[in-house]
Each structure stands twice: as structure tokens, then as C-alpha cells.
T-cell receptor
Framework: DTAVSQTPKYLVTQMGNDKSIKCEQNLGHDTMYWYKQDSKKFLKIMFSYNNKELIINETVPNRFSPKSPDKAHLNLHINSLELGDSAVYFC????????????FGSGTRLTVV | GNSVTQMEGPVTLSEEAFLTINCTYTATGYPSLFWYVQYPGEGLQLLLKATKADDKGSNKGFEATYRKETTSFHLEKGSVQVSDSAVYFCASQGYKLSFGAGTTVTVRA
């Protein structure tokens, strides 16, 4: 009974393509996040949604667009993929301000060739 | 904003050795502090947390104490096992969860 599930787990695609990653949580949390982990394991927040409202939008290229149809889902669409987008993308969720911690999905490894 | 600095790795230990990973934070106010662990090929798991000064978080033999005076949250384990091999992240909760750079720990039998 997975708490935060994201699909696909692996994604290999060519430069210039458009792709989406989906995330769903069944914890009843009202805040969801997207993080990017680079090859050196460094984690950087990209977006955060609270009850379908965008509350954090870090310096991310416009090619990245999050969408939250409801508070249990947060998808990430990426246009015109570039080599530098290759990374592991993690979805996470938390209660309100996250002071009790976040629950992370298992990650989507995106490889752009 | 909040930021976290943690000890760089990699760290290689023998089984049953003592592990310490240093972590210091900068923040306005008193953020909640966390240690997360990432096993190979997996996502991040919350290892332990502390929400206020002098709190001690503990789990699976790991401990960390929220030290306001030194702005630190060092992770310790008295006797590591091969299964503790992973990347460990210190994190601070401000308006967002900010992570340290991660410390790779390898425990050899």
C-alpha cells in the first residue's frame, strides 16, 4: 500500500521530446512537492502545491510545468527536454508546513539522450 | 532562508564502528530538523527528527540532538552494520525543506 507513488520509475527519451511524470499520495496530506536530485546526490526543490495552489516555484526553466488536479496528485510535465534535465525526480508530500517531515516517492530516473 | 551544511564524505567504516556525521544549520527562528536516509536505488526515508531545541530524535540505533547554542544536529550511531550503507541527508524546515549535500556512508564487513 504505497504512500507516495510516482510513475514511471525509469524514463529514457531523446532531446527535444515532451514527457510527464505522475505522482499520487494516499496519506491525506495537503501539500506536495517536486525535488530534483542531480548526479552528485544534491537535492533541490522545484515546486510545491498546497491544496492545488502553487506555493513554491523555485528558479526552474519554464519548460517545467507542474499540474495538480487535486490535492492527492501532482504531475510534472517537461517540454523540449535537454541533456541537462537528466536526473532523478522525487515527489513528496507533507501535512501543511512539513514540520513533521516529508514522505518521498521512490523517484523517477530521467535520462535524456 | 534556511541552509544546512553537513560533513562531506564519503565515509568508510568497518562493522561495529562508531559513526558521526556532522550537520550545522543557519535559520531564522527555530526550524524543525531532520535526518533522511537514501538506500541505493531508493527514495528518501525519514530517519529521525527533532522539532525544538534539546529534543533528541532516535530511530534504528541512530540519534541526533537539536543543539540551539551550536546550531547543530549531528547524527550518531554506536555500532554500524553493513545494512547502514547509504547516503544520509541532514535537512532543515523553513518555508521549504532544505537539504545538506548528503554524506555517503559505506560499512564494510
Amino acid at each position: 500500500d504505497t504512500a507516495v507513488s510516482q510513475t514511471p520509475k525509469y524514463l529514457v527519451t531523446q532531446m527535444g521530446n515532451d514527457k510527464s511524470i505522475k505522482c499520487e499520495q494516499n496519506l491525506g496530506h495537503d501539500t506536495m512537492y517536486w525535488y530534483k536530485q542531480d548526479s552528485k546526490k544534491f537535492l533541490k526543490i522545484m515546486f510545491s502545491y498546497n491544496n492545488k495552489e502553487l506555493i513554491i516555484n523555485e528558479t526552474v526553466p519554464n519548460r517545467f510545468s507542474p499540474k495538480s488536479p487535486d490535492k492527492a496528485h501532482l504531475n510534472l510535465h517537461i517540454n523540449s527536454l535537454e541533456l541537462g534535465d537528466s536526473a532523478v525526480y522525487f515527489c513528496a508530500s507533507s501535512q501543511v508546513k512539513g514540520q513533521y517531515g516529508y514522505t518521498f516517492g521512490s523517484g523517477t530516473r530521467l535520462t535524456v539522450v | 532562508g534556511n541552509s544546512v551544511t553537513q560533513m562531506e564524505g564519503p565515509v568508510t567504516l568497518s562493522e561495529e564502528a562508531f559513526l558521526t556525521i556532522n550537520c550545522t544549520y543557519t535559520a531564522t527562528g527555530y526550524p524543525s530538523l531532520f535526518w533522511y536516509v537514501q538506500y541505493p536505488g531508493e527514495g528518501l526515508q525519514l530517519l529521525l527528527k527533532a522539532t525544538k531545541a534539546d529534543d533528541k530524535g532516535s530511530n534504528k540505533g541512530f540519534e541526533a540532538t537539536y543543539r540551539k547554542e551550536t546550531t547543530s544536529f549531528h547524527l550518531e550511531k554506536g555500532s554500524v552494520q553493513v545494512s547502514d550503507s547509504a547516503v544520509y541527508f541532514c535537512a532543515s524546515q523553513g518555508y521549504k525543506l532544505s537539504f545538506g549535500a548528503g554524506t555517503t556512508v559505506t560499512v564494510r564487513a
